[in-house]
């Protein structure tokens, strides 16, 4: 089984990129938080999670961000969101994000959880 490690690292300088340009779109993200103190402290980095997929034999490893008041992805919300990434890889110099899929905003089927809507994405060096 072959196994392609897409991902990148939570501080990556092209992470903060990728950040104002989804600010730009009008998108708020999940934040990565900080404890300092004794208290966690939000930044203005998204928090990056591990996503996996497996399709044709081949393992894809990639990251997600939540995103904040977003319940169903549109036409509209795909089509800012493609801008975002497409000018995000216009400005970095190491990393080239290609966009994955997006989720919508789930509640269990009993009400007792939810998950945020999200999107995965795919980093490839330049």
Not at 96 to 125: C, I, M, N, Q
Request: hydrophobic residues 35%.
């Amino acid at each position: 089984m072959k196994t392609q490690n897409l991902t990148i690292e939570q501080n990556h300088k092209d992470i903060k990129i990728l950040a104002e340009k989804l600010k730009e779109n009008s998108f708020k993200y999940d934040p990565k938080c900080k404890f300092q103190d004794g208290e966690y402290i939000a930044t203005d980095m998204p928090q990056l999670r591990h996503s996996m997929t497996f399709e044709d034999g081949i393992t894809k490893e990639g990251n997600y961000i939540r995103i904040a008041g977003c319940f169903y992805w549109d036409k509209k919300e795909i089509a800012a969101l493609e801008k975002a990434i497409h000018d995000t890889n216009i400005e970095t110099n190491e990393y080239d994000f290609v966009l994955g899929d997006a989720s919508d905003w789930e509640l269990e089927w009993d009400g007792d959880r939810s998950w945020p809507a999200a999107f995965t994405f795919y980093s490839h060096k330049k």
